[in-house]
């Protein structure tokens, strides 16, 4: 079956836009996470939707945002974007929420200049 | 907050060694996940650890999670050149899906 898909691969941003990004779970995944990876931070949880609520969040600013719709299809936005955006940004979904395995998709890379 | 802990950041070995990363977790972990990351791909998940005490294998990986659940260690015997990448532990707390990752060790591995 098909994995995780995210678009788009990559993207390149100027300071100060917005950015939308769009994850597709696994097929019968119904819980998505967002992480933020980074040289110099690491992997950062950002957030994790589920029935399209938003269950849990990391210790990011406001202007990171989520939703998640009723196929579990997630997306994220980033506004007024700076350089300390760059970054990787990882999707993961779950069959369910719990101690279950995640599934990454490749990533979206956010460069922003 | 809660934080995770890996070390070594990076080791090299040669191909036929043992590899060994630790992982310690300031806080008291629900379970902990294993996940590898391949140079410019993505980590995927290895293995999940519940219990106390608990020791799982596959083929030539051991995973150990400590007794007091807040360390746990990756284990690699006889290295090989398809081992190099970097190795994630997680840690969950309550629900598992959200996690917390440690720094990572990088793994090299020459011939």
């Known amino acids: 079956k098909a994995g995780v898909t995210q678009t788009p691969r990559y993207l390149i941003k100027t300071r100060g836009q917005q950015v939308t990004l769009s994850c597709s779970p696994i097929s019968g995944h119904r819980s998505v996470s967002w992480y933020q990876q980074t040289p110099g931070q690491g992997l950062q949880f950002l957030f994790e939707?589920?029935?399209?609520?938003?269950?849990n969040k990391g210790n990011f600013p406001g202007r990171f945002s989520g939703r998640q719709f009723s196929n579990s299809r997630s997306e994220m936005n980033v506004s007024t974007l700076e350089l300390g955006d760059s970054a990787l940004y990882l999707c993961?979904?779950?069959?369910?929420?719990?101690?279950?395995?995640?599934?990454f998709g490749q990533g979206t890379r956010l460069t922003v200049v | 907050g809660q934080q995770v802990m890996q070390i070594p950041q990076y080791q090299h070995v040669q191909e036929g060694e043992d590899f060994t990363t630790y992982c310690n977790s300031s806080?008291?972990?629900?379970?902990i996940q294993w996940y590898k990351q391949r140079p410019g791909g993505h980590p995927v998940f290895l293995i999940q650890?519940?219990?106390?005490?608990e020791v799982k294998k596959q083929k030539r990986l051991t995973f150990q999670f400590g007794e007091a659940k807040k360390n746990s260690s990756l284990h690699i015997t006889a290295t090989q050149t398809t081992d190099v990448g970097t190795y994630f532990c997680?840690?969950?707390?309550?629900?598992?899906?959200?996690?917390?990752f440690g720094t990572g060790t990088r793994l090299q591995v020459t011939l």
């Open positions: 650890l519940v219990k106390s005490g």
């Open positions: 806080t008291t972990l629900s379970n």
């Open positions: 993961a979904s779950s069959l369910d929420r719990g101690f279950t395995e995640a599934f």
């Open positions: 997680a840690g969950g707390t309550g629900t598992a899906s959200k996690l917390t």
């Open positions: 939707y589920f029935s399209e609520t938003q269950r």
